[in-house]
C-alpha cells in the first residue's frame, strides 16, 4: 500500500524523501501545479534541501482524487502550511475514506476558531483517524539525515505505534504520546517565542536575553497547556521545549530570521516577504493571545510579540516593557 503527502513543500518533500527511502510507494501531492513541475523536471527541491533526492519511486501530482481515494493509501500525510490545511481538508475530505489514518506534520492554530490543525482535520474530516507529528525536526537536516527525534500523538495506541514504525529510521527516531493537545500546542506556540528570541537577536541582545526568552517562553506555553488539558511532560518533552530550543537557536527557522529583521527594524510585512515562506508564528501570535485571554492566562511576551507585529511597537520598547514588569516570584510554588 501506498502513503500519501499532501503538500510539496520543505517539510512535504523532505518526509517523502525519508519513507521513500524506507522503501514506501509515495504520491506527492500540491495544488500548486509549479510546485509539481518543479519537482518533476529537478526531482530535488533545490532551494530549500539542497542535494536531497527525491527517489524515482516518488509519484508526482495535482490531482487529489487519486491520492487521497484511487491510491487506496495506508496513510494520508498532512503537510500543508497551517493556513491552508483547513481548505485542503476539506478540498479531500469527500475522497477519504472510513477510519483513514491521517497523520498531520503541521504547526498552528487557527485565529477565527481557536482551533488547532487537528480540531480542523477531526471537523473538515470526521471519518478519518487523525493524529500529528511534531518535534525538533528541521527539513534540511532531516533530508541529510542528520539524527533527528520527533514524537506522534495519537488517542489509540495501536495508531500511535503503527505511526511509530511507517517513520522511524536508523537517524529519524519517534517517540509516541497519547497527549493530542500537548503535542499540538508546544508545536505552535513555540513559534511565537521564536519570533521574540529573532527579535532580540536582530536588536544586537546577547545569550542571557535569549535565554530570557526561552525559559519564560517555556512558562508561558506551560500555563497555556496545563489551563487546556496537557501534560507537563509533554510541554518540557521533544515537541514543547525540544522545539522551542530549536526554533529558537537555529538560523535554518523562518520565525527565527522573521524575528531577526523585525529586531532589525524592517517592519512585519516586508520581514514575511523577505523570508519568502509562510512565517506561521505571525500567523499564531493572535491565536495565543486570544487563547490567554480565554483561559485568563498571562502571556506576557505573546502579548509584546502581538505589540510589535501588529500595533507598530519597537521592539526595543517592547523587551524593556517586558524586564520593568511588576516583581514577582518566578513560580507559583515558593515554601516560604
Ligand atoms: N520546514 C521544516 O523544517 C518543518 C519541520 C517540521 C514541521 N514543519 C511544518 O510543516 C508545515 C509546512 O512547512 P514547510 O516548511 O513545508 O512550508 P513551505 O513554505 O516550504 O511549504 C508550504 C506548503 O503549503 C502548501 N500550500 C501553499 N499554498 C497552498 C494553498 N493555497 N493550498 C494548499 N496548499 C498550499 C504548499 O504546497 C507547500 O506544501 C508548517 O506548518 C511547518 O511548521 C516544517
Not at 541529510?144 to 489509540?156: E, G, K, Q
Request: glycine residues 8%.
Amino acid at each position: 500500500m501506498s502513503v500519501t503527502v499532501l503538500g510539496a513543500g520543505t517539510w512535504g518533500t523532505a518526509i517523502t524523501i525519508l519513507l521513500a527511502n524506507k522503501g514506501k510507494d509515495v504520491i506527492l501531492w500540491s495544488k500548486l501545479e509549479n510546485e509539481i513541475k518543479t519537482l518533476e523536471a529537478d526531482r530535488s527541491y533545490i532551494k530549500n534541501l539542497p542535494g536531497a533526492v527525491l527517489p524515482d519511486s516518488v509519484k508526482l501530482t495535482c490531482d487529489y482524487e487519486y491520492a487521497c481515494k484511487t491510491s487506496d493509501p495506508e496513510l494520508i500525510v498532512f503537510a500543508v502550511a497551517s493556513p491552508f490545511v483547513r481548505s485542503t481538508a476539506h478540498l479531500v475530505s469527500p475522497y477519504i475514506r472510513e477510519g483513514q489514518r491521517i497523520v498531520n506534520v503541521a504547526k498552528g492554530i487557527e485565529e477565527s476558531t481557536l482551533y488547532t490543525l487537528l480540531d480542523i482535520l477531526n471537523e473538515e474530516i470526521p471519518q478519518g483517524n487523525n493524529s500529528v507529528l511534531s518535534g525538533p525536526s528541521h527539513a534540511e537536516e532531516v533530508s541529510r539525515l542528520i539524527p533527528t527525534t520527533v514524537v506522534v500523538a495519537s488517542h489509540d495506541r495501536a495508531t500511535a505505534e503503527f505511526l511509530q514504525d511507517m517513520f522511524m529510521t536508523d537517524t529519524f527516531r519517534v517517540y509516541t504520546s497519547d497527549d493530542v493537545i500537548g503535542v499540538e500546542l508546544g508545536g505552535s506556540v513555540k513559534n511565537v517565542i521564536a519570533l521574540a528570541a529573532g527579535m532580540s537577536d536582530g536588536l544586537g541582545f546577547g545569550d542571557n536575553t535569549k535565554a530570557a526568552l526561552m525559559t519564560r517562553g517555556l512558562a508561558e506555553i506551560s500555563r497555556l497547556g496545563l489551563a487546556m488539558g496537557a501534560k507537563l511532560e509533554t510541554l518540557c518533552g521533544l515537541s514543547g521545549i525540544g522545539d522551542l530550543f530549536v526554533t529558537c537557536t537555529s538560523h535554518h527557522s523562518r520565525n527565527w530570521k522573521a524575528g531577526n529583521l523585525i529586531g532589525q527594524g524592517m517592519d512585519t510585512e516586508s520581514a514575511m516577504k523577505e523570508v519568502n515562506q509562510v512565517v506561521e508564528g505571525v500567523h499564531c501570535a493572535k491565536a495565543a493571545l486570544k487563547l490567554a485571554k480565554k483561559y485568563n492566562i498571562e502571556m506576557p511576551i505573546v502579548e509584546q510579540v502581538n505589540k510589535i507585529l501588529f500595533e507598530g511597537k519597537s521592539a526595543r520598547e517592547a523587551v524593556s516593557e517586558l524586564l520593568l514588569r511588576e516583581r514577582r516570584a518566578e513560580h507559583g510554588s515558593m515554601d516560604w
